[in-house]
């Protein structure tokens, strides 16, 4: 091999090692520590339908129990969708969530029904509907949460009309936003992408965003009652939590394990 061959070699060695080494650096947008707080501050610490004025971290202390209810479409398909869904968010949250029998041991009740039949399962379930009329005109399924004085989530409800939300093709989005936001994460803002709150995106199923959110909200230095201030000081310890343990890096990989959208082979 003559000497100028080794020289050209080397070079090109050189330049494949700093080609690997920029790519592997290269991130998504999502993946960026600005953007994710920025995120997670409009998704958890803002309200859909419902401004207020010292927005504060609520989130589930105690185990999630789900009371199921079907009187319209396939009912074992819808409980089959929502159990898989339900137990993707245990695995990413470390919440156990779990289905009960008894409707008196539930604090999460999801109803699967017809659209004529909706204003009767929201007095059934949440209450009087003139309080969430803006809801009720715009969204296309219900979700609606109750906290304690701690601002620990104590109970919820999902409403799903069946039939309208087959019409708008967003059945199966309605069992993955409505549940996913129940845990704590209840805005939905156009500004947050790739999200399931980003109702002009076509995103069915949890985005890596979407997994790094709920790490984020059940992390061990995020507390129910933290106001906007509060949550700010201590995210990037959140964030150099979710980076040790590769969520941010492999979000897109983790986010799929155990999904709906692998169960379902899309």
């Known amino acids: 091999m003559t000497q100028f061959n080794a020289i050209a070699i080397r070079f090109l060695v050189i330049m494949f090692a700093m080609l690997s080494s920029s790519l592997s650096f290269t991130k998504e947008r999502w993946q960026d520590d600005y953007y994710i707080e920025e995120s ?25 129990r789900l009371y199921f209810e079907s009187d319209a479409g396939d009912a074992k398909l ?66 609606n949460f109750r906290r304690n004085g701690r601002y620990e989530i104590t109970r919820g409800a999902i409403i799903i009309p069946v039939d309208y939300a087959r019409r708008k093709a967003r059945f199966l989005d309605c069992i993955v936003e409505e549940i ?22 076509v995103d069915t199923y949890l985005s890596p965003l979407d997994y790094i959110l709920l790490k984020a909200l059940y992390s061990q230095h995020i507390k129910p009652g933290m106001n906007v201030a509060q949550t700010r000081a201590f995210f990037p310890d959140v964030l150099n939590e979710l980076r040790a343990n590769g969520d941010i890096d492999h979000a897109a990989e983790r986010v799929q ?4 959208k692998r169960y379902l082979g899309d």
């Open 40 to 64: 997670f501050i409009k998704i958890a610490l803002q309200r859909e339908y419902k401004e207020t004025n010292y927005p504060k971290i609520i989130r589930w202390k105690k185990p999630v």
């Open 78 to 143: 819808q409980k089959e969708l929502l159990s898989v869904h339900a137990q993707h968010l245990a695995r990413i949250t470390g919440l156990p969530i779990d289905f009960t029998q008894q409707a008196s041991d539930a604090n999460i009740f999801v109803i699967f029904t017809d659209y004529a039949q909706l204003e009767d399962k929201v007095r059934q379930y949440i209450g009087d509907p003139e309080t969430i009329r803006a809801a009720l005109d715009e969204a296309i399924c219900l979700g």
């Open 180 to 201: 996913t936001q129940l845990l704590g994460l209840p805005n939905d803002s156009n500004e947050v992408f790739p999200s399931v709150f980003n109702d002009v995106s």
């Open 257 to 260: 394990q155990y999904s709906l």
